[in-house]
């Protein structure tokens, strides 16, 4: 079964500065998901990886997949006060041919002014 | 339209009450999911919906009753739970091979 891990859990670090969460996942996923979640708040969908070498940006964000290593990276750029909040990467496997969403353990960011 | 929505946003309910979860979607979504997230863990999946039927069902004890009318509603009935099952619920919609998306949740405390 599909399992997914994250790290670092969690992570602090100064505005400006670059850092890179990395997901790694066991088994073979079609997509690859990122998420944020604001403390008491639901889940904002932030990428969807399709394929092998997809890379998408959002601001300060950039996601990447690479299906061979079974590894995503989200890659912070000039890290700012908003971006703290726990993020999430989720792989999609399936039972008895319906798709179920394997959630990673979650890297909380706090970003310090 | 790209909402999902739940209701109520808090309950708090004794361990001999019934109560039940509303999440509704009006995006045409086929797929529908009811996760239970505790405090600093990610969410667990508890039940798929796939076209108003029943696909997953990740072991989840018959306190928890998922119900299905029709194809924008999904309702989880509560009935005899433990403080320990005190969580934020999550709903969630997507079209069958598409991201999903969540509603607000509903934050239970049992008491």
């Known amino acids: 079964e599909l399992k997914v891990e994250q790290n670092p859990l969690f992570l602090s670090m100064q505005e400006g500065k670059n850092y890179t969460i990395y997901c790694n996942y066991s088994?073979?996923?079609?997509?690859l998901y990122w998420y944020r979640q604001d403390p008491g708040k639901s889940l904002e969908s932030l990428f969807v990886l399709l394929s092998n070498g997809a890379v998408k940006q959002e601001g300060r964000l950039m996601a990447s997949l690479d299906t061979k290593a079974r590894l995503s990276t989200l890659h912070i750029t000039a890290a700012v006060h908003d971006l703290s909040a726990t993020y999430f990467c989720?792989?999609?496997?399936?039972?008895?041919?319906?798709?179920?969403?394997?959630f990673g353990t979650g890297t909380r960011l706090k970003v310090l002014a | 339209d790209t909402e999902v929505t739940q209701t109520p946003k808090h309950l708090v309910m004794g361990m001999t009450n019934k109560k039940s979860l509303k999440c509704e979607q009006h995006?045409?979504?086929?797929?529908m999911y009811w996760y239970k997230q505790k405090a600093k863990k990610p969410p667990e999946l508890m039940f798929v919906y796939s076209y108003e039927k029943l696909s997953i069902n990740e072991s989840v004890p018959s306190r928890f009753s998922p119900e299905c009318p029709n194809s924008s509603l999904l309702n989880l009935h509560l009935h005899a739970l433990q403080p320990e099952d005190s969580a934020l619920y999550l709903c969630a919609s997507s079209h069958l091979r598409d991201t999903q998306y969540f509603g607000p949740g509903t934050r239970l405390t049992v008491l």
């Open positions: 995006m045409g979504h086929r797929a």
């Open positions: 989720a792989g999609r496997g399936t039972t008895s041919g319906t798709y179920k969403y394997i």
């Open positions: 088994t073979t996923s079609d997509r």
